[in-house]
T-cell receptor, first 116, second 114 residues
Framework: AQSVTQPDIHITVSEGASLELRCNYS??????LFWYVQSPGQGLQLLLK??????LVQGIKGFEAEFKRSQSSFNLRKPSVHWSDAAEYFC??????????????FGQGTILTVHP | EAQVTQNPRYLITVTGKKLTVTCSQN?????MSWYRQDPGLGLRQIYY???????DKGDVPEGYKVSRKEKRNFPLILESPSPNQTSLYFC?????????????FGPGTRLTVL
């Protein structure tokens, strides 16, 4: 069964500091990996996704993530955090083809607080 | 505007009173799905549908029903709601033919069952 673990429930950083949110996944084949962001009271917005190819993917709002197959990780990074980045972040894994298509498993989420 | 819409956005009901939450998308997506979001648990998939008349269980299907009679609509039915179904529900859709598995989410429906 596929699964996602986000080890950090809550992270606090200062504005302007760098950020790394951790995501570890379990999936039996090549995964499709996603990071979503949810601002308070809002729906989910896709930040970036990895399907294949270059293991470093760029997303919106200055975020990037690196797929490391050997570590089963897909960590999200941002070099300089802005106060508007305060939100909850979800990592998700999904498959492609056959019965696994469309089953998307989310992690528990990481709440990011940004101090001025 | 391409979007996924859900109605109602907020609903308070009582135990045992049947309810339906509607979901509609205007992007001609084959795939649609329902999730519930609970604090500390992230999003958990309830049901998904690969296309019209094709549905399958997600991780937490108990107490829910779905139907997919039209491509654009995917209603979530709670035949006899219970308090443990109090949650925030999201509908999502995705194109199948592109192979991307990228899902577009609706704004959410906050359900309270008393």
């Amino acid at each position: 069964a596929q699964s996602v673990t986000q080890p950090d429930i809550h992270i606090t950083v200062s504005e302007g500091a760098s950020l790394e949110l951790r995501c570890n996944y379990s999936y039996g084949a090549t995964p499709y990996l996603f990071w979503y962001v949810q601002s308070p009271g809002q729906g989910l917005q896709l930040l970036l996704k990895y399907f294949s190819g270059d293991t470093l993917v760029q997303g919106i709002k200055g975020f990037e993530a690196e797929f490391k197959r050997s570590q089963s990780s897909f960590n999200l990074r941002k070099p300089s955090v802005h106060w508007s980045d305060a939100a909850e972040y979800f990592c998700a894994v999904g498959g492609a083809g056959g019965t696994s298509y469309g089953k998307l498993t989310f992690g528990q989420g990481t709440i990011l607080t940004v101090h001025p | 505007e391409a979007q996924v819409t859900q109605n109602p956005r907020y609903l308070i009901t009582v135990t045992g009173k049947k309810l339906t939450v509607t979901c509609s998308q205007n992007m001609n997506h084959e795939y649609m799905s329902w999730y519930r979001q609970d604090p500390g648990l992230g999003l958990r998939q309830i049901y998904y549908s690969m296309n019209v008349e094709v549905t399958d269980k997600g991780d937490v299907p108990e107490g829910y029903k779905v139907s997919r009679k039209e491509k654009r609509n995917f209603p979530l039915i709670l035949e006899s709601p219970s308090p443990n179904q109090t949650s925030l529900y999201f509908c999502a859709s995705s194109p199948v033919t592109s192979g991307s598995n990228e899902q577009f989410f609706g704004p959410g429906t906050r359900l309270t069952v008393l």
